[in-house]
Every structure is written in structure tokens, then in C-alpha cells.
């Protein structure tokens, strides 16, 4: 149980006031959003909704353009997230960007904590090959459309990657998601990627 | 408890009514059920009775989760293809988008039903008369079932016949059984002279019968037989617990539900979202949004129905192991589809209900099992059992789901799409508060572990279950939780 998002929600919403008001009413229309994305959008593994803490705006309006038109994939998750993208006037962002800043949960990373070694290796492989674009930190650069990395569960790091690699994701997209499907599909295969993703982990 | 239990493990093939008997609640227990599915609706039943305060929680805008039948009005809530039910505002037209049928087997629920006063009918489950369409088989043409199988059925007896070994014969069945055997092969087949099979009245005649002489039909090659995946899943299906006779409640079965919520004192808080668990040495907290407002619940015990693919984006201090245990359960996925048709075409074809089979995504047709004789009639259009199939179906629109019912009900029913008038789909995978099935048949250690009760919050419903997809594994997980409730108070008193 999370106090700060107590403190936040009770705040807001059993203040009663008139905006109160609205913003439970924008919950209750929107929280299909948290179905699948976890109740304080903190992701949910099991449907592979990642994590939306923290998300850019710039970022989150152009994965939901890319769902809306199918340029995003058509891979199984994605599909998911078409049906709800579709459901979504573009007219209702702004509201989702509320509901999100209503929302303080944590990003749900599991347990497991890698060795030195590995966060080590991760590191220079991020320098490497992916800093340029993400930011040194993984915290994203808006001027390269790469969305910050660290704010994100490890499993969906794993899956988005790997969606990428196997071609369902960046076949069909703009020329961002296309530069990024390239760069994931030349990685040497000595580059691993299960470290970088532990450093991202810690990076946060 | 063993033997519930016990049951739950055995299932399907769990034959006597479980019941449980609480010991009265001492004042002001309290116990929180999560999802307002059927399993919990049966256990603050119980509980209620014995003198539990209960609090039922629902996330979405009606009770009964996957026991769902829809009529004129009702609202489908699939993520991405909300509708709205436009049958007829008649009672008799329902659509049960979840469970039909219970089987003989599934004592549990059928006492319930009595119980509740859920007044039940038969569900023609098998029909031999129904349709049976490959499109390798036959020219793609429909074959009447019953064709089929006294086809297959002669021509294995004489294969059987045939193959069989005098030695070992004798020293199997010695001379009087092995007689007995023949006869047996030559009534199972409808064998005729020569042992040979050359058709059988069970096909049913192509001309004549009852007052003209009967003319018998031409058989099918038994090589062309196997070309039908008929024998694969429908020719069998009704064989275990799913046969003819099974029951289903008069009118649907979201009878079940009104009739339990009827005599509940706390009925089920609907719009009411868990996103919150907090599992105490001494009772269970609970944090939901009700329209959008956040509030706090708690209560001595808590029995969560919440799917575990969901139940995984509440925030809880469960173990990391338990949370594992959860995140490994599949998400299951079942579609099925409803069409009101104008007239009951297919009773002038000879059909009063059952199910006919095809090879093409439909998978299925059921024939309503009541109604008989009256103006129009709904059937379910598709019920797609295929992982592969269900995972095309859920991304396209219901309108175009409904465009491919019909088009592919045509080659069972020349003339289907003409007798259309309104239709509904549901894809259980993408059902809001859902998102997927219990499939059946799961790993038994997975669901043993998750049936153990974690502190004060019991995980429940047929997700706990070793076979899953039934009403029946529901309510046995439901009253095995309430069973070590019960022994935990007495341990406390
Ligand atoms: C297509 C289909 C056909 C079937 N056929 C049969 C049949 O013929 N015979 C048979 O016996 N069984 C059948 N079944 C199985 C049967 O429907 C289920 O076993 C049973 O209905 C499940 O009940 P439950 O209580 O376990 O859970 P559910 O009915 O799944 O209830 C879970 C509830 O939790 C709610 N919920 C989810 N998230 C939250 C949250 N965060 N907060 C609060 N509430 C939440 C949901 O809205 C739902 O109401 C069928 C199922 C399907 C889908």
C-alpha cells in the first residue's frame, strides 16, 4: 500500500469539490487504461501493459497515433492495445494525461537485482550503443523521438526489444520506429541485452 | 475440507453435491469478496447465512463475470467493440456468451439451483440429426451427423472384424465369449451379412421409411471419413461430462446470479475497482475506486474471484513467490457470438438443439434447447474453442465478426444470412475486467499452490481449480476457502 498515492487521490478526489468531481468521473470512463496497464499504472506482466509512470507527453501521443493506424505492429500485445488506442478519441488525451498525473504509483520492477558483473557490462553497452539516442541515463531525448528507457518494467524492455528483433514492431512504422527496428536487428549478438536492461533497471 | 478438496482435484468427474456448514459467526465478522463472480456470489451466500457481514466489491457494470447471458438492452463491454445487445425485447431471446450448459456430474451447482429455486430444462447437447461441414470432406457439403457416424462406427466394426485373430481369440475370450465378441461388432456396426458393412438405417433413409418402403443411403468411404476433423472433437465431445442429457437453468444462466443476488443482504457493489490489497496478520485491506473515488474497505478475511492475470496490477504485499505463481497462469481465450434469427429455419430442417461442427472459425452452431415451435429463435453463431482461431477473431470489429458467422453459417444453412437479424460478440480475451479465461486443464501444482490460502486472502474461482472452465470448479474453490475460514475462527474463538 502506497501512502503518497493515498494522500493524492483521498486529496483530490474526496475533497468533493466541482473538479473532484470530473476527475473521478474522468476515472471511472478511463480506467479501462489501468486494466491492462496496472491499477496505479505501474504495468501488469500478465498483459503486457508496461508501465505509463513518467511517460513524455510527446511520446505517449505518438505510440497512441501509431496503435490508432496499425503502424505500430500487428504482434499480439500490440493488437491489445490497438483495440483500446481505437476506443480513445483523439479529442480525450488531454484527459489521459491527467489521469495519469493523478496516478503516483511506482513502476512494478520485480525483485531480482543483477551482479556487479553484469551491471558493468550492461553499462558499456549502453555508452556503446544505445546512449546516443536514449540519453546517458536512459532518460530519453525527445529530439531523436527515443523515448526515456529506465522509467520502464524489465520484462516489457525484454519484450519491446525483442518485438523489434522479430519484426513485428518498426516493419510498418514511421522512420523512428524503423531506424530503431535496424539498429536492433544489426546488434551484434555478443551485446547483451538482458545487462543493458539491468542497468536501465538501476539507472532509474 | 479433504474431501472438497479432494473434489476440486477430481474434477470433472466429482459426482456428489459439496455443501459446507459454517459454524455461526461470531458479531460483526466481516469477509470482503473481489469480483462479484459466481464463486463469490455462493460464498457470501453461505457466509451470510451463518451471520458474516460481507461486502461484495465489482468492477464492472453488472455482477456475475463470466456468467453472462445477454438480452435486448444489454451492454457488452470488450475492449475496443462496446456494444449494445438489439434483440428483440423478449425474454425467450438470450444469448449465453459464457456458460450453457451443466452436466449431470456437476452436483454442487445443479443443489444451488435447487436450492435458490433456479427452475432448470435439459440442453440437448448431442444431436445426431445436427450438421456436420468440412470443407476435405463430402465436396464441402454438410453431412447430417448421424450419417457420419454409423458410417464410421460399420466400418470399424468390420475392420475389427476382420482383424481379428483366432489364437488369440482363444486365448483372450475362449469359444463363448468369442462368439459374443462377433455379435457384438456385428450390433455396434450394424453389420450385415458377410460381417460386411454396406449402410444401416441409423443413417436414416434417403427416401421413404415409415410408410413407403425405406431406402437406405449410400455409405462414405471410410478413407473419405477421416478427411472430416469431425472425428477429432465433435464426434466425441459429448462423451465425458458434457453428455446428452445436460442441464441448463429456463431462460439463461445469469438465473444462477439474480437468484443468489436476490438473497444476498449486501448486494454486489458494482463499478467498484480493487486496486489494492493489503494482507494484515489479523484481516485483509482493501483500496477500490468506486466511479473514480478512492476508498478503503477492510475486513476479517478476504476471497478474491479477481482473474489472476488482473489481480497481478492491484497493488499488494503478496509473496514474490505467490505473485509468480500468479503471473503463470495463462490468459485463456474463448469467443462466442449471438445471432437472432427471424424464424427457427433450422427446426424445419429437423433440428431441436444440439450443435452442429465445421471446420472454418465458427467451430460450432448451437441450436437453442428451448422454445421449440415458436417464431424466432437465437443461436450461438460461433463458439471458437481454437487458441490459433481466437487470436484472429479478437482483432476484427464485431461487425465483421458477424459478416464471416454468416458467411461461413451459409454452408450449413443455404440461406442463413436471410433469416439475420441482429447479432453480438464477445471475445473473453478482451473483455474489460477480464481479459482472458480460465482455460481448461492446468498444471495441478500451480493451482494447488494458489488454492492455499495466503494469510487471510484466499484466491478463488475456477482459476484455483485443476479443471477450469466450469461453474461447478468455481463454487468447489469458493467452499473449500470457506471451509478453512471456518476452521481458522474456531481456532481464534
Ligand atoms: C465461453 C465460455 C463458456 C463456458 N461454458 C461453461 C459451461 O457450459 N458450463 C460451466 O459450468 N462453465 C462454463 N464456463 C466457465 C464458467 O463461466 C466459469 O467457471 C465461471 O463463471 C467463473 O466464475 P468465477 O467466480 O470463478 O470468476 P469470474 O466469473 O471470472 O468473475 C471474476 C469477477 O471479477 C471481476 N473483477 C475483475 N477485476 C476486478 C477488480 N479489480 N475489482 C473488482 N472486481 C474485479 C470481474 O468483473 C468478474 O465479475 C464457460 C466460460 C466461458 C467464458
Redesign the interface.
Known sequence: ??PV??AV??GV??GRSAQAAD??????DL??C???????A??????G?PSLIGIEDWYLNAALAAYRSGSRGGY?AA??M???A??LPESEMPRVRTLLSLLS?SVDQ??AVADAATLQRGKLAWAQHCASCHGADGEGNEAMAAPALRRLNDWYLQAAWQAYVDGGRGANGGPAAAQMAQLARSLPASVDIAAVVAFLKQAR | MTGMLAALGAMPHSATAQTVTLRPARPQRKVLLLGAGISSLMAAFELEQAGYVCEILEASHRAGGRCMTLRSGDIVDEIGNRQVCRFDDDPTLYFNAGPSRIPHEHATVLGYCQRLGVPLETSVNLNPAAWLQFDAFNGGQRMRQKQYIADARGFMAELTQKGLDDAWLDAELGESDRDLLRQFLRSYGDLGAGDRYRGSTRSGYSSGGLVAPGVLRDTTALKDLLKADFWRMGMHFAESSLQSAVLQPVGGMDRIVSAVTARLRSKPRLHSVVVGIDVQPDGVEVQYRERGELRRTRADYCLSAIPAQLLLGVDNNFSADYRRLLAGRPRGKLSRLGLQMRERFWEAEGIYGGISWTGQDITQIMYPSGGFGGRKGVLVGAYILSGEINDRWVNLTSDERIERALQQGEKLHPGYRSYFESGVSVAWHRMNHMLGCTATGSDPGTAAALRAPFGRHYLIGDQVANYGGWLEASVLSALAALQDLDAKEVEAA
Open positions: 500500500m502506497k498515492f493515498f487521490l483521498v478526489l474526496l476527475d473521478a468521473a474522468m476515472l471511472e480506467v479501462y489501468l486494466v491492462c496497464h496496472g491499477y496505479e505501474q504495468g501488469n506482466p500478465s498483459v501493459g499480439a493488437m491489445d490497438q483495440a483500446a481505437r476506443q504509483g520485480g525483485a
